[in-house]
């Protein structure tokens, strides 16, 4: 249940990041929620659900954002095992550093793509500008507050209403003293 839940809320937020909060393709304010989705994926999701979640919506900001085949895919994935190596052997608290792994993450994973692309398209890109990426940085990391949150309220809900769902149906432990 929580799967289908964020790969529709993953859809949501990319007609939301694509269509409203990108009025202008050359507007340097507009967020990346998906990758704000993918930080959460890496924090809490296994390996197969977040990978199963994250292929076709990279897919679909592909298509939707015209770049070169599979840079979306190859920058959601990276980052996706980033935040997942990185949380399971960090020795602190999760709290502690998430938002700060956000923006570090999405700087490293973005200056490599740009690096990347930068050798295989054949027209040279616009320069690296350390104040935009540095704006967006910023923005991603003030979404990420309330996104987390309602990813975790979305997760919170799911396996309520699942372990409801089973209470409902009278379905009995495998203890018979129960």
Known sequence: MTFIALTITGLLLLILQTTILTPNPLWYGSPDLLFILTAYLGYRANSLHGILILIPLSWFNDVFSGT?????????????????????????????????????IYLIVYRLAHFWLGIILPNPLPPWSWPIIL???????????PLLRFFETIARRCEKLTNHSGNMLHIRSGNRFH
Do not use: C, D, N, W
């Not at 070169?68 to 949380?87: A, D, E, H, M, N």
């Not at 704006?135 to 990420?144: D, E, G, H, P, S």
């Open 135 to 145: 704006l967006k940085t910023v923005i991603m990391v003030i979404l990420a507050i």
């Open 68 to 104: 070169v085949l599979g840079t979306y895919p190859l920058i959601y994935l990276s980052s996706f095992f980033l935040f997942k190596y990185v949380s399971e052997h960090m020795p602190v608290r999760k709290s502690l550093y998430q938002l700060p792994l956000i923006g570090a």
